[in-house]
């Protein structure tokens, strides 16, 4: 039982570049989310699935792209890479409670010259 | 967007001693919960809490769910430098059930 894994671990992007940052999750959540998290601004949603089939803008959208591919495996891309979007890339799948207890992967650092 | 009120921002403390921390919010929430984060590596859940006046335990972690439903708090009790990292708060509002608010985070140093 892995949880939640990320690929890549590291990037290196020129600007302009486009890339997509793998999440996979094997325990059966029903919404999985993108975060990124910047010096001193916490963590920051991006795109969130509430549930297979479905996805919408979360406080940071502009730049993004996701797709929700199964159940397992949500992907964020970025098409056209941009300094302002160097940072720590989080996904995270939530609980079956109905709390939304979030289960976080180890991170993609994510670095656009 | 909004981001939960976190205190203190940082905190220098030497191994023994116990830690206080807190987060506060204009907004109710229906849930809290408390995550750690060590360097380099994602955010790991801690605690989570789920009505109000509830005081939970996890080893040497304690937190409660704030009577008026605005704040939670967390508590370390005899500190090892295992205990450095970054505390954050998140919380979960009524009508918000996907998503969840997180707070700015508190870092943790310990020092022998």
């Known amino acids: 039982n892995a949880g939640v894994t990320q690929t890549p671990k590291f990037q290196v992007l020129k600007t302009g570049q486009s890339m997509t940052l793998q999440c996979a999750q094997d325990?059966?959540?029903?919404?999985m989310y993108w975060y990124r998290q910047d010096p001193g601004m916490g963590l920051r949603l991006i795109y969130y699935s509430a549930s297979e089939g479905t996805t919408d803008k979360g406080e940071v959208p502009n730049g993004y792209n996701v797709s929700r591919l199964n159940k397992r495996e949500f992907s964020l891309r970025l098409e056209s890479a941009a300094p302002s979007q160097t940072s720590v890339y989080f996904c995270?799948?939530?609980?079956?409670?109905?709390?939304?207890?979030?289960?976080f992967g180890p991170g993609t650092r994510l670095t656009v010259l | 967007g909004q981001q939960l009120n976190q205190s203190p921002q940082s905190m220098f403390i030497q191994e023994g001693e116990d830690v206080s921390m807190n987060c506060t919010s204009s907004s109710i929430f229906n849930t809290w919960l408390w995550y750690k984060q060590d360097p380099g590596e994602g955010p790991v859940l801690l605690i989570a809490?789920?009505?109000?006046?509830e005081l939970t335990s996890n080893g040497r972690l304690t937190a409660q769910f704030g009577i008026t439903r605005k704040d939670s708090f967390l508590n370390i009790s005899a500190s090892i430098p295992s205990d450095v990292g970054i505390y954050f708060c998140a919380g979960r509002r009524t009508g918000t059930a996907s998503k969840l608010t997180f707070g700015t985070g508190t870092r943790l140093q310990v020092t022998l």
């Open positions: 809490l789920y009505k109000a006046g």
């Open positions: 325990m059966n959540h029903n919404s």
């Open positions: 995270a799948g939530a609980g079956t409670s109905g709390y939304n207890e979030q289960f």
